[in-house]
Nanobody
């Protein structure tokens, strides 16, 4: 059974940084894309970034480009989201997701497995 466990969220001031981690287990993820999504109160779940486990191709939302970096550690089966220069509008619950696909999709419904989420709060 696939399990995705996020960690690393918290409270940070605007301009600060956080690194989110997503520990994956339950199967081999070499044929998966791993994505980060976020959901703010009263809003839908939106794409942040994704990475192909094999090869490391990445895709970012416009809001994340230049500030966030997605990466993976094959040995640890862990995906990271380094978030720099955080803004109050980045406040949301951040979710890790896995999609058995070699094409990177940005639509939440394409993803098969989800973590429980981790709260990120950015104060102004």
């Amino acid at each position: 059974q696939v399990q995705l466990v996020e960690s690393g969220g918290g409270l940070v001031q605007a301009g600060g940084s956080l690194r989110l981690s997503c520990a994956a287990s339950g199967r081999t993820f070499s044929n998966y894309c791993m994505g980060w999504f976020r959901q703010a109160p009263g809003k839908g779940r939106e794409f942040v970034a994704a990475i192909r486990w094999s090869g490391g191709s990445t895709k970012y939302a416009d809001s994340a480009k230049g500030r966030f970096t997605i990466s993976r550690d094959n040995a640890k089966d862990t995906v990271y989201l380094q978030m720099n220069n955080l803004k109050p509008e980045d406040t949301a619950v951040y979710y890790c997701a896995a999609d058995l696909n070699l094409i990177i999709y940005t639509t939440p419904s394409r993803y098969d497995y989800w973590g429980q989420g981790t709260q990120v709060t950015v104060s102004s």
